[in-house]
């Protein structure tokens, strides 16, 4: 059972001379599974292109691997076509873009099966079943954009896996995953696993590393820092970074601004919401939905994606019009009183002006003296010739740290934050959140953050709004605002 | 996560491509200046293009007249140069009308929508349903050519296309994320105008403008060509053209000299446009 499937013996890829991989003996063996944790930028994904064979052509390979008994010269980017998808498969990052757009479900899964001719009965019967087996029976005739971000991850694992391969590479499989799709894939994956299959997963979320089990590598700048066994590493981390990453996950935050219990109800009301519903299309997302924000309140809205997180939030700072109700802002939040912050953080600034002018027209605007800028940049660590720069040349975590600075500069008593740390890595989240909750810690603003993570509603939030749960019960809206503490 | 095209994207170098571009346009530009100059200086050194010399009925080029003369021994070069600045400047004209008018009315649709909306494309849809020539061709006869008529025509004629183009473009400005932050920032509609849109219709507007510079001049001369557009004795290069044909086997340079000036405008005008859709 433990026969080792895939050992890399040494890989180095470089850019112009830059190390961008360097890792030396990484043994995966059939049925335990092996997973890769780092941030981002430290060649984790790098590497599983370069054990498949397709790094770009500007990166220089070098290295061994063996498959069962054969090896291969990692430079050698050819050599390894013949074993795709028979022998070594890869799923991608983002599902949804990985699969074609233009063709339907079941003919993209088919194409994988091995001896697969054009309408070719087998092929298709093998799909049906491999989609089936998936829960995705209905699913065949679909094309990937009427999916959910959890179905096209499942039909892309089909696709990936139905041509027999025992070694797995599952690259950043989680990114835009709500719980209950995390679960059905650890599942899948866990049962490739178990079937004798070999598994090696890249990803930055600590809980799919603990839910897979196995041993777990630690990437860092290029290179491993640690390794072992899953419970062995994570609950008693040696090496500093291994320690910080652990630290990171929200569950485990200890910050100054975290409250041990909710205030009382006791500010002037910012939005007042009576009797909101909202529908598109035949599918209603929420009726009858009342609530109250406070100043100085942090809530949380919580629940499954495609359950309407984000248009109540918009609904709540009054860029969507509900189909019923009303939301009534107090004056306080007028005159950009009321901040958003976007999942990307790059979509949210003007992408051919350079920051520091998108800025200064804040400034201008709210009569913000450029001191305030200053420190507001020295705060959340962010140096001043970034501003110089244009949106696309700046990493997300600093981006959306500009966009916490900027969303501060009206001084507003509300801020909307739209799952605005789910694209980052665990320590970028955690910085990134810290200097957002101490800035409205400071100034008494109050907080909607709409995730999909409960631990992190659960850290940032005293209230929370979970309408996963209003959706499946259909019970009383106001049950399901509960406290977090 | 680490996306694996970005070093690849960082360091592309200008391909052999881009650098053939640049090299074309900076040729266009320097040709085009030379005729700009030739254009702007030349009515005020040569002599009057109306001044006819009988006389000198159809003389060959010479070192004081390099385009000799024409049928009523009229300066060829003089005329030339009155042709090309009323080309230029009365193309200019038309383009930076069609061009303001119909970027403001694109911009004004995207934005308000509703029966502004409506309206807009309703008239944008009458002007794409009709030929733009037939458009000029209508303003003129019932203007009786005059250089006013010529202009309203086509002006009318080419607003059009900016306005389609302008609002399709700032509709997804608009609808963008980035905007929407602006409106929360309460930043105001001339932060949007000036941030958001203009960055991002200007290499739009400027390679639709380079095009309709190119259309208007063409569509000047085909309409002095067919003796709708301008009348004689005024020097416009379509008449130009026309008036020099029944002498073609005699003094050739006399229809030469037009016509090479319409198809450098032409292709300096063209060549000026960036291949990349920046």
């Known amino acids: ?87 070594l498969a890869l799923l991608p990052q983002e599902p949804a873009t990985a699969l074609d757009p233009t063709m339907r479900v079941r003919s993209q899964v088919a194409e994988g099966v091995p001896g697969f001719g054009w309408r070719s009965r087998g092929a298709g019967e093998r799909a049906d079943a491999a989609l089936g087996h998936l829960g995705l029976s209905g699913a065949g005739r679909a094309y990937p954009h009427q999916l959910s971000g959890g179905m096209a991850q499942r039909v892309a694992f089909a696709a990936t896996t139905v041509g027999g391969a025992r070694v797995l590479i599952v690259d950043e499989p989680t990114k ?105 299309g035949d599918q209603a997302l929420f009726e009858d939905l009342s609530l109250t924000i406070r100043a100085g309140e942090r809530w949380a809205v919580s629940g499954p994606s495609g359950v309407g997180k984000t248009t109540l939030g918009n609904v709540l700072l009054g860029l969507v019009r509900p189909d019923g109700g009303v939301v009534e802002h107090a004056p306080a939040l007028r005159h950009g009183r009321i901040q958003k912050l976007y999942q990307d953080p790059a979509a949210s600034f003007p992408p051919r002006v350079r920051l520091g002018v998108a800025v200064a027209d804040v400034l201008a605007r709210h009569q913000v003296p450029a001191e305030r800028l200053r420190s507001l940049l020295a705060a959340v660590g962010l140096p001043e010739g970034l501003l110089e720069r244009l949106p696309s040349q700046v990493s997300g975590g600093e981006l959306q740290r500009l966009a916490i600075v900027r969303a501060m500069l009206p001084a507003p008593a509300l801020v909307v934050a739209d799952e605005a740390t789910s694209r980052l890595d665990l320590v970028t989240q955690e910085t990134t959140t810290d200097c957002l909750m101490t800035e409205l810690a400071d100034r008494d603003c109050a907080l909607l953050w709409v995730t999909h993570d409960r631990d992190l509603a659960g850290a940032v939030a005293d209230q929370l709004l979970d309408l996963g749960a209003w959706a499946q019960g259909r019970s009383s809206p106001t049950a399901c605002c509960s406290s977090t503490k | 996560m680490t996306t694996l095209t970005e070093p690849v994207l960082e360091t592309t170098q200008p391909g052999r491509r881009q650098r053939a571009s640049t090299a074309a346009r900076r040729a266009s530009a320097v040709l085009l200046g030379g005729l700009v100059l030739f254009a702007a200086v030349g009515p005020l050194l040569l002599a009057d293009p109306a001044a006819q010399a009988l006389d000198r009925y159809l003389e060959a080029p010479s070192l004081t007249e390099p385009l000799g003369r024409d049928e009523y021994g009229r300066s060829v070069l003089a005329r030339l140069a009155h042709a090309t600045r009323l080309s230029l400047v009365l193309a200019g004209l038309c383009v930076a009308t069609a061009l303001v008018v119909g970027t403001a009315a694109g911009i004004l649709a995207a934005w308000r929508g509703s029966w502004i909306d409506t309206v807009l494309r309703s008239v944008s849809e009458v002007f794409v349903a009709m030929p733009a020539l037939l458009v000029v061709l209508l303003v003129a006869a019932t203007a009786d050519g005059g250089v006013w008529a010529l202009y309203v025509g086509i002006a009318l004629a080419q607003w059009v296309e900016y306005f389609r183009m302008v609002r399709a473009r700032a509709a997804i400005v608009l609808g963008s994320p980035a905007v929407e932050a602006a409106r929360l920032l309460d930043l105001g509609w001339w932060h949007v105008v000036r941030r958001h849109l203009w960055p991002d219709l200007r290499p739009l507007l400027t390679t639709l403008a380079s095009l309709g510079m190119v259309t208007s001049i063409l569509a000047m001369s085909t309409l002095g060509f067919v003796k709708v557009g301008l009348k004689p004795p005024r020097a416009e290069l379509g008449l130009m053209v026309t008036e020099s044909f029944p002498y073609y086997d005699v003094a050739p340079w006399l229809s030469l000299a037009p016509v090479a000036v319409l198809f450098l405008l032409t292709v300096c005008f063209l060549g000026l446009r960036r291949t990349e859709t920046a």
Not at chain 1, 62 to 81: K, N, V, Y
Not at chain 1, 182 to 187: N, P, R, T
Not at chain 1, 209 to 220: E, I, P, S, T, Y
Not at chain 1, 236 to 253: F, I, K, N, Q
Request: glycine share 10%.
């Open chain 1, 1 to 87: 059972m433990n026969a080792t499937a895939l050992t890399i013996d040494r890989v180095r890829v470089r850019h112009h001379g830059a190390l961008l991989v360097d890792v030396a003996d990484i043994a995966v063996a059939a049925g335990r599974p092996l997973t890769i944790i780092g941030e981002s930028g430290s060649g984790k994904s790098l590497l599983a292109h370069a054990v498949m064979g397709t790094t770009p052509a500007e990166l220089e390979v070098t290295g061994a691997l063996r498959l069962g008994a054969r090896s291969f010269d990692l430079g050698d980017r050819r050599g390894r076509r013949p074993m795709w998808g028979r022998e």
């Open chain 1, 176 to 280: 835009g995953l709500d719980p209950v799709a995390l679960e059905q894939l650890a599942d899948l994956l866990a049962e490739h696993c178990a079937g004798g299959g070999a598994l090696l997963t890249i990803t930055h979320d600590l809980r799919l590393a603990r839910r897979l089990g196995g041993d777990v590598l630690v990437m860092r700048d290029a290179s491993v820092v640690e390794r072992g066994a899953v419970a062995d590493v994570l609950n008693a981390p040696a090496h500093d970074y291994t320690r910080r990453l652990v630290g990171a996950e929200p569950s485990r935050w200890q910050l100054p601004w975290m409250r041990v219990s909710a205030p009382e109800p006791e500010g002037r009301p910012l939005v007042t919401a009576a009797g909101l519903s909202k529908a598109y």
